[in-house]
Structures are given as C-alpha cells and as structure tokens.
Nanobody, 115 residues
Framework: QVQLVESGGGSVQPGGSLRLSCAAS????????MAWYRRAPGEPHEIIAR???????NYADSVKGRFTISRDNAKDTVYLQMNSLKPEDTAVYYC?????????WGQGTLVTVSS
C-alpha cells in the first residue's frame, strides 16, 4: 500500500525558512518523478517543484530561486527547502508523483507565513 507522509510545516515570518520532508512507502518513489504541490484555501493543487529520478529538477516561477527540491533514493524521501518565504506561500504542502496519483495524497503539512 502506497503512503505519503509529509512533515516539517509550521508558522514563520516573511523571509524565514522551513524544510519539508515527505516519506514515501510502497512503489511510488523508485524511478518516478516526485514533486511538491501546494494548495491554498479555495485553490486547486499547484505543482511547485519536481525531481526526476535521474536528478534533474525544475520549479514553478513563483518559487524559483527560493525553494530547492532534493531526494534521498535510499530513504524514499523527498525534501523541500524553502527560503525567503512570503505570505503568498501560505498553503498546505503535499508530495506526490508527477503526474500525481490521485488515490494517494497524504495529509499534507501546513505552512503559514505571516508577520
């Protein structure tokens, strides 16, 4: 059974940093492109960063230069380092494959950026 467990969210002031983690079980991680998504209230999931199994990455324009995705294939874990956080980054953050497996969304981790 595939499971995705996100952690590391919290409340920070603008300009702060957080590091999110996503532990994957089952077969979802290996050889797949993994991605971080976020969903602000009333909005659909937005893909913000992806990490291909070969190591290449890319980012949405809204987070480029501030967020860094990385993965540890031995631990089936994907990370998101978020720097220079802005109030508009406030959302619930999720990981999943790209394209996402709609049956296996985790509970997400809430990031709130506010002064």
């Amino acid at each position: 059974q595939v499971q995705l467990v996100e952690s590391g969210g919290g409340s920070v002031q603008p300009g702060g940093s957080l590091r999110l983690s996503c532990a994957a079980s089952g077969s979802i991680f290996r050889f797949n492109t993994m991605a971080w998504y976020r969903r602000a209230p009333g909005e659909p999931h937005e893909i913000i960063a992806r990490s291909r199994s070969g190591g290449s990455t890319n980012y949405a324009d809204s987070v480029k230069g501030r967020f860094t995705i990385s993965r540890d294939n031995a631990k089936d874990t994907v990370y998101l380092q978020m720097n220079s956080l802005k109030p508009e980054d406030t959302a619930v953050y999720y990981c999943n494959k790209d394209p996402p497996d709609l049956k296996v969304w985790g509970q997400g981790t809430l990031v709130t950026v506010s002064s």
